[in-house]
């Protein structure tokens, strides 16, 4: 296996500006491109912005604003919010970009070559929001009247002249595909709803688009624009430098390991996509993985509701890691969650405060008040003392395994079982008594907990980077010490290593703000 991995994000519409859900789909995402440069692997993380297509031309429209000009704003805020958020993406794709129109028309060729698009008429219905095509079968009537999506966005009938990919031709191919890998579709619930899907028999698929201009057009025939999915799911390999396939990262990096995508669009991702590429000759990605939606308060996020969250507001009131924690613990990844104030504050306050800042806390305290702000040294263990610093060992595995699987809250579950131990260690060997009882016994204790909470720190970086770099600054850990090779015992704390004077890192929300830090 080659320590290389590629990771990606949906590329968001830029029709609108940047909520909780883009910020979650990134969030998940650089999560595990940290986890996996941590554990030595060469990354690459890609995320961007999905520009054509009739919903951004008319939403440019409706702000009286050129279409290119308004493209270059909005997918500036996303850009914002990436730095914002603190992801850690290596390439952030623009679909106007001159190098995904070349690569767009480049995979259009060889689809063209390979026989597999043909032109036609398409006589149906498309919904805008969506940028999806519907059978009259799908639909169904709203409060009103109307015929809409089964994702309740409006339909309309379009008639027009449309190249058709042939895509019912592939219906045993994928399902052979799926069959032969378990988990390309996670979880496992989604993945037997493509399979049906798939089962019940595909129709082709138009790929143009005659009656606008906003996109990428059709090699050989200018009065067609490519639909706009066939362009966007094209910017996965845009990013590798596709059509140049044989040397560069296209080389290294493709297959995918992951696309981190949301519930809605995993049809695009699991069927259409894979399908395209192998149409096209090219190898189809290793997994998708689509995730839940979120609702506040128990209420569907909508802009007609008022009710969206906008991430940058949330994390000005909670704080940036405080909200990266709660994001990737509160639900089961994969699950629909419900954002509350309440819950993102029993998180803050319980788990953080009170479980991981605490332990910092009286610990460095310690330290500094008892050991004359150096590590002390470390006597012979007990077993309790081996069983708290073994759970720290096993770490890594049992984090590790959880992100494989994209179990995030499996992950963070298992550090704050150590977590939780370490601080009921500390009250069982009450450290404070044995400053005056038997003040070598206390080093040995101490020394076992800076040990412990530097285990946790290190692995606690994907979610929380600057939390966690701060912590690992107050254990006195070299910035070249924090990947996971250095867990092993040759990077253990050293005994006289000088610490810094302790600080709270993690605060606690109290009368509506943020407590002060320290305690
Ligand atoms: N442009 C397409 C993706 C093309 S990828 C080749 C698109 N863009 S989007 O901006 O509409 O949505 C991007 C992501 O945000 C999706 O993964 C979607 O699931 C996610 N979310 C939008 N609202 C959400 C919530 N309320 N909760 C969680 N995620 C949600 O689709």
Redesign the pocket.
């Known amino acids: 296996m080659s320590k290389r991995y590629y990771v990606?994000?949906?590329?968001?519409?830029?029709?609108?500006d940047?909520?909780?859900?883009?910020a979650?789909?990134t969030l998940a995402c650089d999560a595990l491109a940290r986890f996996k440069r941590l554990d030595g692997f060469e990354v690459k993380f890609l995320t961007g912005?999905?520009e054509h297509?009739q919903k951004v031309a008319k939403s440019a429209a409706a702000a009286g604003i050129d279409t290119r000009e308004f493209t270059d704003k909005v997918s500036r805020n996303f850009r914002d919010l990436a730095d914002f958020m603190n992801y850690s993406h290596d390439d952030f794709i623009r679909t106007t970009e001159e190098r995904h129109i070349r690569s767009s028309q480049a995979i259009w060729r060889r689809l063209i070559d390979n026989g597999e698009i043909y032109l036609d008429t398409y006589a149906g219905w498309y919904a805008v929001r969506?940028?999806a095509f519907y059978t009259g079968d799908e639909l169904t009537t709203d409060a009103d009247g109307n015929k809409v999506a089964p994702s309740g966005a409006e339909v309309e009938w379009v008639e027009e002249p449309s190249y058709f990919f042939r895509l019912s031709a592939w219906r045993d191919r994928l399902l052979e595909f799926y069959d032969a890998n378990p988990d390309f579709i996670l979880p496992k619930t989604r993945r037997n709803e493509v399979v049906s899907f798939v089962s019940g028999g595909l129709h082709d698929l138009s790929v143009s688009r005659t009656t606008f201009k906003w996109g990428v057009p059709v090699p050989g025939d200018e009065d067609h624009i490519m639909y706009?999915?066939l362009d966007?799911?094209?910017?996965?390999i845009t990013a590798l430098g596709f059509p140049e396939t044989e040397t560069g990262e296209y080389a290294t990096f493709w297959p995918a390991d992951l696309?981190?995508?949301?519930?809605?669009?995993l049809r695009?991702?699991a069927v259409y996509?894979p399908a395209f590429l192998m149409g096209a000759g090219l190898e189809p990605p290793r997994r998708v993985f689509?995730?839940?939606?979120?609702?506040?308060e128990g209420q569907?996020?909508s802009k007609s509701l008022g009710n969206i969250?906008d991430p940058v507001k949330l994390v000005d009131k909670y704080g940036l890691d405080q909200v990266r924690y709660f994001l990737l613990r509160e639900v089961p990844f994969g699950n629909?969650?419900d954002f509350t104030h309440q819950a993102m504050v029993n998180r803050m306050n319980g788990e953080l405060a009170n479980d991981y800042g605490n332990l910092g806390q009286r610990v460095l305290s310690m330290i500094n008040k008892n050991c004359g702000g150096r590590v002390p040294e470390r006597g012979a263990l007990t077993g309790d003392d081996e069983g708290l610093l073994e759970s720290a060992h096993g770490l890594i595995g049992r984090v590790g395994d959880a992100m494989e699987a994209q179990a995030f809250h499996e992950g963070l579950e298992a550090v704050w079982a150590v977590v939780r131990a370490a601080n009921a260690y500390v009250d069982g060997q009450a450290p404070w008594k044995l400053a005056k009882e038997d003040p070598a016994r206390m080093g040995t204790v101490l020394c076992v907990l800076a040990e412990t909470i530097r285990h946790l720190a290190i692995l606690t970086q994907p979610f929380m980077p600057d939390s966690s770099a701060r912590l690992l600054d107050q254990l006195a850990v070299p910035e070249d010490a924090r990947a996971f090779a250095c867990l092993g015992p040759d990077h253990a704390l050293k005994a006289g290593t000088e610490l810094p004077i302790p600080e709270g890192v993690f605060p606690r929300y109290e009368n509506g703000e943020k407590a002060e830090e320290g305690d």
């Open positions: 990606t994000t949906p590329i968001y519409y830029v029709n609108d940047p909520h909780i859900g883009h979650y789909t912005t999905d297509g969506d940028e706009v999915w966007a799911l094209t910017n996965y696309h981190m995508v949301g519930k809605d669009i695009f991702h996509w689509a995730h839940g939606w979120w609702t506040n569907k996020i969250i629909d969650g």
